[in-house]
C-alpha cells in the first residue's frame, strides 16, 4: 500500500530528526566509540564544548587520547566490565582539552553490536567541573571549620536535637574532665546544674521557635571529679532546607577561675567589715 509506505517513510523521518534533535540538545555529552582502538566515532555539540576543540580535531581522537595516564587502569576495567556485562558502571575520571588542562567527568556506557566483528560503544559523558569545584570548596570549608573548631582556645560544641553531645573540641573536654567517648554517651542535662537547666532549656526553646538567633548565659556544669565548674554558654541554631533543627553549636568559656577570685574578693571584704565593725 502506497499511503501506508509513505506515511512509515513520514514517521521514520519524524523518529531520525527527534532523536537527531534529543542527541545534538542532551545536557550531557554523548559518544560513539570503536570498541577496539577507543576512536571517536559520533559526538554531540555538548560533549566538544569543554574540550576546546573542533568537531573535527575531536573525531581524529580516541578517548585513550583525552584521558591522563593514571586513568587507564579504570578504563582497562570499564572494558572488561562490557565484555562481561554488555555495559561500563559510572564512574569518575578527568579528560584533558587541547590547551593541556584538565576537566572532571563522569563517564557510563553500554556496548551496541556485542558479539559482532565491529562493536561500538555507546558513552554518555557528564561535564562535573562544576560540581567538584563546589566540592572542594566546601571540603576546604569544612576543614578550616575543623581546625577553627578542634584547635579554638574555648570549648566547643556541636549538640543533638536532643542534646547530646555530637562533636566536642579538646578544650570542652579539659573544661568538663570528661573523654570524647564518655561525653557522647551524655546529654548536657547529665552535667548541667539543676538549678540552671531550666533557664537554659527556655532559652533554647526560644531559639528553636525562632524567637532569637542565638543566646548566652551563664550556667554551671559538673565537673567529672563532681566539683562546679562556671561557663558562659553561647548557643546558635543550624536547621535544614525544611527548618528542622540539625543541631545547636554552643561555645563554652570556662570563668570558674574569675568566680573564685570574685568570690575571695568578697570574703575578703566581708571579713575586712567585720573587723572595721568590730573596732
Known sequence: DVTQKVADEIEKEYNDALLKSLYELSPIGIALNDYHTGAFLEVN??????????????????????????????????LEQMQTLGYYKPFQKEYIKKDGSRYAVELRGVVVNRGSDDPKIWSFVEDISDKKAVENRLKISEETFRGSFQYAGIGMAIIGPKGEWLEVNNKLLDIVGYSKDELSKLAFQDITHPDD??????????LIDGKRDHYQLEKRYYHKKG???HIILSVSLVKDNNGNVMHFISQIVDVSAAKNAEQKLIQSVAQNKAIMDAT
Not at 537547666?197 to 526560644?206: G, T
Open 197 to 206: 537547666l531550666e533557664d537554659d532549656l527556655a532559652l533554647l526553646h526560644e
Open 227 to 229: 566539683h562546679i565548674v
Open 45 to 78: 555539540n555538548k560533549l566538544i564544548e569543554p574540550t576546546g576543540y573542533t568537531r573535527e580535531e575531536f573525531l581524529n581522537l580516541s578517548y585513550w587520547d583525552v584521558t591522563p595516564k593514571e586513568y587507564e587502569k579504570r578504563e582497562t576495567e570499564a
